[in-house]
């Protein structure tokens, strides 16, 4: 390394000597143009890493200045003023700055992803421009976003295609993605790949860790992964040490986290007019009086009092890597913890992690092995989200604002307006008990032999996981009906064991303009696991630091359970791959999966997929075409499969709950019988995807991408019809038809203005429509979704999306009773009977002169049609500056926050806007305590609003002290960042966010918003 680094130096010096004498003969000659010193550092972009042997060209009169850089970066030109220089290194962008006057010039240099970038495909890797399927990588820059606390997060508007919803704004919730739209009623999950090994999600991941994350949405790309990638599959990389890059690296972070926003809920002087003017609509008595609602004032503002102000949020990383040419290494510590901005601490998420990656090389790279182990600790506390009938927020938001906090005696206000599951929700939080946390501990290895063109390679890994969760039950009375007798406690503890190996055998060659690749392989996996759970009531002491099983004594009170499970899978794959001169390139892959999950007669599934591609600007006729630097065409078919669902769906189970049977007075037995019917030919989804694809990069600045695709998913497994005579639940069963089909556009922009200023910006947008094919159960529909006093929300049937909102529609308010005459059938049957001026109209659609569910009909989609994302950021000088916007659009949400069961609930302030009085409103009803019309009871596109949104996500601005360089500092930047700063949208809930399964998404029961943060931090590397 040293005579290297001597070699260099010299080389160094003589370029340098060169290009002096040469400027001096130029001057000589009798040039009378001004020769000024140009210096400064040349510098990774991304990594502000110094560059070695950076070619440096003048552009000018003189064509023969050049230099290159030293082994510091540095270097040193004397050219004339006017010109311009080109900075070229192999792996980068070159570049080129105007050279006007001399000094100090810095150059930071870009790598050229787009033309030498390798990235990961399914068991293995390849160059991104002989790719042929459509794959979306993410930048590490992405996954270091501030705030991020699971790495799928990164997705969220910088994948086009890929729709990213947030279950939660609750510390440690999931989110919601689906890839290319929902093609089943089961999971819509993607498929995650860690290092290849594949994971059942990657919330334990910490994003510090990744390398590197690719999305895979054809069918193409994700059918090497056969029967698990019908939803898409993400592929991620973890950070592994350089040779010869010792480093030391520390990321911080701490910030402060506030609701985005509240709801607009009418305070008590507001809410007892409004229970009054309903009582009157109604009949029945005024419950309050003038005199006391002028004493009422504002009174309890419940969505603040149930609010944890400034809640923290921090997140600290700690790695060393480093190696040489026999081995490298990447070791990491890291914690993160975010407090919920609901509920002080019972809403809490902490996560600590340790990893180590370890590879080392033999007998000159012919044999290389490796490790990758890492040990992740969750912790969580939570509390009840979107669920109306219960939990603090519903009861935020549906308890009436007269009843205090606490009453006269220091105890819990309990309100005597509102009742039944709607309490005081501060008393909800502080009588709320409960923990849960996980230990995963993943342990992978591998071994390689290369020799030849053929590389063996073998991976084996476990995961283990160990979870347990707590539950105490104090004594309380939080009204006359939510209340307990006895104190309880329970405990579930569980263990599951997941084991797998994947050997693969890959030729690779070259003969002239001709390569070509082949690689075969196996996997098996297995996983095994239990689980056990307890109860009792009657606890000694009625303190949660007693919440112990051994201590309750209540006789009769406890329960236990406890299952097992065991699971197989064995595939078989392999893949093809050729491409002449890198124009043309041709990939075939296929895949053979089993598993125990189907029925004997169907136990195997085959995936095939082919793909080809056409890099049309490596053709000579284009040579002339200056301007385009990257034009490649893509086209792909194939088929991929989903087994998300429970196991043993095929057989028919013996159930026992519920069979209790009694012999004489006192002798009991257990009964036992058939559950479901049997099904042997059950077998897998299959989603089959045709796409066409262009990438582009031209004018030297801009890149783009498009894909069309169409995606039909084929054996949807859904509850067949089976014979009333059978007497058993009927099957699982393949018969249905989901199909997704769209397009998707990603532009980019990437330049270098002046000296020390780049600009970098980015957008996509991806439009998606889904249509149900064909149900083929009896009914030849599905239904799901619910509210209290109303079913059946949403409807999945042929010619529509799936999942749509399944409601009555409505036609306005009456104004008058000669309109209520009015309305009438074809056959002069009265509608709305019972209906009085200020009611909505509901429409009968099949005139039958009756307002029923048989009138119900699509009322629109809770799934996104389009999805979007921008990214802006620019660097001057030291300083750094970005900001994320992203949004969906073309979907609705059903708002169900107010308990419209409970007549006395609070509302929103959108009430105001309601019919009271002829022409005072056409789309809000009057407010009544009796509703015999059914205006707030009946499912209809009432209670429908349009959930589009644009949201900056973040905007963070930074500043990197450059000169702690000369004291061995690589780097050290400190920033600001503000997450969830701007949200805009017509909906009137929290979060225009709202996900669930695809027969309950979109309704809206009271979701966790997201919380608006400030973050300080500091990236420090050595």
Same mark, same amino acid.
């Given at each position: ?17 060169? /290009? ?27 990594? #502000? ?38 900075? /070229?290194? =192999? $792996? ?10 001399? $000094? ?13 970038? =390798? ?121 592994? $040490? ?82 040489? +040419? ?43 092995? #490796? ?66 946390? !996980? ?10 032999? /290369?020799? +030849? ?79 056990? /759970? ?36 064995? %595939? ?36 095939? %997929? ?48 519920? +069979? ?175 209906? +009085? ?170 979701? !966790? ?14």
């Amino acid at each position: 390394m040293l005579i290297f680094m001597n070699k260099v130096r010299v080389l160094s010096v003589l370029l340098l000597f060169c /290009s002096c004498c040469s400027l001096v003969a130029q001057q000589q000659s009798g040039g009378s143009t001004a020769v000024v010193t140009v210096k400064g550092i040349v510098t990774d972009s991304q990594t #502000g890493e110094a560059l070695i042997g950076v070619s440096i060209a003048y552009k000018g009169t003189d064509t023969t200045i050049g230099t290159v850089t030293d082994i510091d970066g540095r270097y040193s030109i004397n050219v004339p003023a006017g010109g311009t220089l080109t900075f /070229s290194y =192999v $792996g980068y962008a070159p570049r080129e700055v105007r050279v006007t006057s001399g $000094g100090d010039m810095n150059v930071r240099l870009e790598s050229d992803s787009e033309l030498d970038e =390798v990235i990961v495909i399914g068991y293995g890797v390849q160059k991104k421009s002989l790719v042929t399927g459509a794959i979306t990588s993410i930048s590490v820059k992405d996954l270091e976003q501030t705030g991020l606390m699971r790495a799928d997060q990164a997705m969220q508007g910088r994948v086009p295609g890929v729709t990213v919803m947030n279950n939660s704004g609750q510390p440690g919730a999931a989110v919601s993605i689906r890839i290319r739209g929902a093609g089943t009623n089961n999971s819509t999950d993607p498929l995650y790949v860690v290092d290849g090994f594949i994971m059942g999600n990657i919330e334990s991941l910490n994003p510090g860790d990744i390398e590197s994350m690719e999305v895979l949405k054809d069918a193409a790309s994700a059918a090497i992964y056969g029967a698990q990638g019908a939803n898409g599959v993400v592929l991620i990389t973890t950070k592994k $040490g350089k040779d010869g890059e010792n480093r030391i690296e520390y990321s911080g972070s701490y910030g402060v986290q506030n609701p985005r926003r509240y709801l607009d809920l009418l305070d008590a002087t507001s809410y007892a007019r409004i229970m009054n003017e309903s009582a009157y609509n109604s009949g029945k008595a005024l419950p309050y009086t003038e005199a006391e609602i002028a004493s009422f004032g504002k009174g309890t503002d419940w969505q603040r009092e149930i609010t944890n102000k400034n809640a923290p949020i921090t997140n600290h990383q700690l790695s060393i890597s480093g190696g040489n +040419k026999k081995y490298i290494y990447n070791s990491s510590l890291s914690y993160f913890m975010q407090e919920g901005i609901i509920a002080p601490k019972k809403s809490k998420y902490e996560r600590y992690t340790a990893r180590l990656n370890f590879e080392s090389t033999f007998f000159n790279g012919i044999l290389k092995v #490796g490790t990758t182990s890492d040990v992740s600790h969750v912790k969580r506390q939570s509390i009840a989200s979107n669920q109306g009938n219960s939990g603090p927020i519903s009861s935020a938001i549906n308890i009436d604002p007269i009843t205090p906090v606490y009453d006269d005696m220091g105890d819990f206000g309990i309100s005597p307006y509102v009742a039944t599951e709607v309490v005081n929700p501060v008393a909800r939080i502080y009588y709320t008990h409960g923990s849960s946390s !996980y230990t995963r501990i993943n342990l992978m290895g591998f071994a390689q032999l /290369s020799y +030849k063109g053929f590389t063996l390679r073998s991976n084996i890994g476990e995961v283990i996981n160990y979870t347990e969760s707590r539950g105490y039950t104090p004594l309380y009375r939080l009204n006359s009906s939510n209340f307990t007798n006895s104190t309880g406690v329970s405990k579930s503890m569980a263990q599951n064991f997941y084991y797998n190996n994947d050997n693969t055998l890959t030729y690779a060659n070259k003969i002239d303009v001709h390569n070509f690749s082949a690689m075969i392989g196996n996997s098996v996996r297995t996983g095994n696991g239990t689980d056990v /759970s307890a109860s009792k009531q009657g606890l000694l002491y009625d303190d949660p630091e007693y919440a112990y099983i051994a201590l309750a004594k209540t006789q009769g009170s406890d329960g236990a359970g406890g299952s097992t499970f065991k699971q197989a899978f064995v %595939s078989y794959f392999g893949r093809m791959s050729y491409d002449f001169d890198s124009r043309y390139m041709l990939t075939a892959t296929f895949r053979a999966d089993g598993s125990y999950r189907f029925g004997p007669n169907n136990r195997f599934g085959y995936f095939p %997929s082919v793909s080809a591609g056409w890099n049309v600007t490596n053709e000579k006729f284009m040579k002339s075409a200056k301007w385009l630097d990257i034009l490649k065409f893509r086209v792909s078919w194939g088929q991929t499969g989903n087994d998300a669902l429970d196991d043993w769906q095929y057989v028919s189970t013996i159930g026992t709950w519920g +069979k209790t049977y009694y012999f004489g007075d006192d002798e009991q037995a257990i009964g036992a019988s058939p559950g479901r019917t049997a099904n042997p030919d059950l077998k897998w989804e299959t989603s089959e995807q045709l796409n066409i694809g262009i990438d582009a990069r031209f004018l030297g600045h801009f890149t783009t991408t498009i894909d069309l695709y169409r995606k039909t998913t084929k054996d949807l497994l859904v509850i067949v019809p089976a014979p009333m005579y059978i007497g058993n639940q009927p099957p699982w069963g393949n018969a249905g038809s989901v199909r997704n089909q769209g397009i998707e556009f990603s532009l980019g922009y990437r330049k270098d203005l002046k000296k020390d200023w780049s600009i970098d910006v980015s957008g996509n947008i991806a439009y998606n429509q889904n249509k149900v094919l064909e149900v083929g159960n009896e009914n030849g529909y599905i239904t799901g979704g619910s509210m209290i006093q109303m079913q059946n929300l949403l409807m999945m049937e042929p010619g529509q999306p799936i999942g749509y909102f399944y409601l009555n529609k409505t036609l306005g308010v009456f104004q008058n009773q000669a309109q209520i005459d009015g309305y009438r059938s074809s056959d002069g049957t009265l509608i709305q009977p019972k209906a +009085k001026p200020g009611d909505l109209i509901f429409k009968d659609r099949n005139d039958d002169g009756v307002i029923d569910i048989l009138d119900r009909e699509y009322c629109g989609s809770p799934h996104p049609k389009f999805n979007f994302g921008l990214n802006f950021s620019t660097k001057f000088k030291s300083f750094d500056f970005s900001m994320f916007w992203t949004g969906l659009a073309g979907y609705k949400i059903f708002n169900g926050l107010r308990r419209w069961d409970l007549q006395t609930s609070n509302f929103q302030t959108t009430v105001m806007n309601r019919w009271h009085g002829e022409g005072t409103s056409n789309t809000y009803p009057r407010v009544t305590s009796d509703d015999q019309n059914g205006n707030f009871t009946t499912a209809s596109d009432f209670f429908l609003e349009d959930g589009s949104f644009l949201r900056l996500k973040d905007i963070s601005l930074g500043y990197t002290f450059d000169w702690l360089k000369r004291y061995n500092v690589r780097q050290c930047r400190i920033y600001v960042s503000a997450l969830n700063l701007l949200t805009f949208t017509k909906y009137t809930g929290y979060e225009p966010e709202v996900t669930g399964g695809v027969l309950s998404q979109g309704i809206d029961r009271g979701v !966790y918003t997201q919380p608006k943060t400030f973050t300080v931090g500091l990236n420090l590397s050595f």
